[in-house]
Nanobody
Framework: QVQLVESGGGLVQAGGSLRLSCAASERTFRNRVMGWFRQAPGKEREFVASITWSGGPTSYADSVKGRFTISEDNAENTVYLQMNSLKPEDTALYYC???????????????????WGQGTQVTVSS
């Protein structure tokens, strides 16, 4: 079973940047998709970004498009989320997830993912 561990969260001022990392315990299965989701206090979990493979197609939520970039390093079994121009509304617990492209291409849907990390907190102050 794949285990995912997020890191890189913290406190940053508005306009600043953070780079989140998600390390997998082993190489993930063939035809997999990696995604980032986030959940703010009192709100539902929402899609942030996804990538099908290193250098492959990426998807972003409208709220982060142009500011966030998802990427991965297969050699290190790690996926990243570079977050620039952070806003207070970006404050949330960020989760890394892994799913299979065999079942669905709706990578914004959390039901596509069957492996989840424990989350890393991102707090953006005004």
């Amino acid at each position: 079973q794949v285990q995912l561990v997020e890191s890189g969260g913290g406190l940053v001022q508005a306009g600043g940047s953070l780079r989140l990392s998600c390390a997998a315990s082993e190489r993930t299965f063939r035809n997999r998709v990696m995604g980032w989701f986030r959940q703010a206090p009192g709100k539902e979990r929402e899609f942030v970004a996804s990538i099908t493979w290193s250098g492959g197609p990426t998807s972003y939520a409208d709220s982060v498009k142009g500011r966030f970039t998802i990427s991965e390093d297969n050699a290190e079994n790690t996926v990243y989320l570079q977050m620039n121009s952070l806003k207070p509304e970006d404050t949330a617990l960020y989760y890394c997830a892994a799913g299979s492209t065999y079942y669905s291409s709706r990578y914004y849907d959390q039901r596509v993912y069957n492996y989840w990390g424990q989350g890393t907190q991102v707090t953006v102050s005004s």
